[in-house]
């Protein structure tokens, strides 16, 4: 049972263009959500964060979108950059789940000069 | 946030040996966590190894194949025992402080 679903197992963006990345849940006792950029060769880096109080949360050129009803959210990089092409992971809490986090499978994104 | 010394990062193991990965953490942390990827897959939490106390295990994960060690504040260690192809993943440690969660580089682990 996959509670933490990235549906599209990579994505090809224009540089300069906006890169969205879906994540969906199933689990409506998660209350905090995080997205992680992965290279390969290394662990994964945090990107941005967002609780369930809110539904958007913003760091530069990245945005985390959450739509409760839906128990979807999305992230937002503009203007994409090449630098951005990685992997990236939908991971979430859920309360007192002793800070475990349930990871999504991986959004590979691409981005084309 | 802890930066965390994961080793080794790479390994080709013999089926039936073992392999005993290690993270040093900058800081003292109470909670680590060990996870396996797969190839395309999604991070899997293996356990919960918090100082103190004796790790705590994931469905499908039992402690004679995966032995972990919490000596200290700073420092864990994974066993993948008596490994086999199936076992070829890539292993991290992570840490949760305060500001949120620390990963190691990963181990990627090839069994043949």
């Known amino acids: 049972d996959q509670q933490v679903k990235q549906n599209s197992p990579s994505l090809s963006v224009q540089e300069g263009r906006i890169s969205i990345l879906n994540c969906d849940y199933t689990n409506s006792m998660f209350d905090y959500f995080l997205w992680y950029k992965k290279y390969p060769a290394e662990g994964p880096t945090f990107l941005i964060s967002i609780s369930s109080i809110k539904d958007k949360n913003e760091d530069g050129r990245f945005t985390v979108f959450l739509n409760k009803s839906a128990k979807h959210l999305s992230l937002h990089i503009v203007p994409s950059q090449p630098g951005d092409s990685a992997v990236y992971f939908c991971a979430a809490r859920a309360m007192d789940s002793n800070y475990q986090l349930i990871w999504g499978a991986g959004t590979k994104l691409i981005i084309k000069p | ?112």
């Open chain 2, 1 to 112: 946030s802890a930066v965390i010394s994961q080793k080794p990062s790479r390994d080709i193991c013999q089926r039936g040996t073992s392999l005993t990965i290690q993270c040093q953490v900058d800081s003292q942390v109470t909670m680590m966590f060990w996870y396996r990827q797969q190839p395309g897959q999604s991070l899997t939490l293996i356990a919960t190894a918090n100082q103190g106390s004796e790790a705590t295990y994931e469905s499908g994960f039992v402690i004679d194949k995966f032995p972990i060690s919490r000596p200290n504040l700073t420092f864990s260690t994974l066993t993948v025992s008596n490994m086999s192809p199936e076992d070829s993943s890539i292993y991290l440690c992570s840490v949760y402080q305060g500001n949120g969660y620390t990963f190691g580089s990963g181990t990627r682990l090839t069994v043949v």
